[in-house]
Nanobody
Framework: QVHLVESGGGLVQPGGSLRLSCVASGSIDSIGTMAWYRQAPGEQRDLVAAITSGGSTDYADSVKGRFTISRDNAKNTVYLQMNSLKPEDTAVYYC?????????????WGQGTQVTVTS
């Protein structure tokens, strides 16, 4: 079993910054792509940013230039640095990871962390 645990969410004013972290633990040989998704009330869950094991990144257009995804493979951890936050960034942010074990790939989700941007 693998667990993804997010942290770093909270309440912030527009223009502020937050850094999310997600640690994967459990039975893991290695981790492939790790990603952050977000879901606002009444909306679908959308990709925010993704990073491969080799460090290639991809971002939603709405966050390009403001958010930065990074990872520490030795710690099985992915980060999301969020700058210049806007009220429309308010959502529950979920960590996602492709975990490899004994030749099998399983996709896991974290429980989510709330980010609220308001004045």
């Amino acid at each position: 079993q693998v667990h993804l645990v997010e942290s770093g969410g909270g309440l912030v004013q527009p223009g502020g910054s937050l850094r999310l972290s997600c640690v994967a633990s459990g039975s893991i040989d290695s981790i492939g792509t790790m990603a952050w998704y977000r879901q606002a009330p009444g909306e679908q869950r959308d990709l925010v940013a993704a990073i491969t094991s080799g460090g290639s990144t991809d971002y939603a257009d709405s966050v390009k230039g403001r958010f930065t995804i990074s990872r520490d493979n030795a710690k099985n951890t992915v980060y999301l640095q969020m700058n210049s936050l806007k009220p429309e960034d308010t959502a529950v942010y979920y960590c996602n990871a492709d975990v490899f074990l004994f030749g099998v790939t399983i996709n896991y989700w974290g429980q989510g962390t709330q980010v609220t941007v308001t004045s």
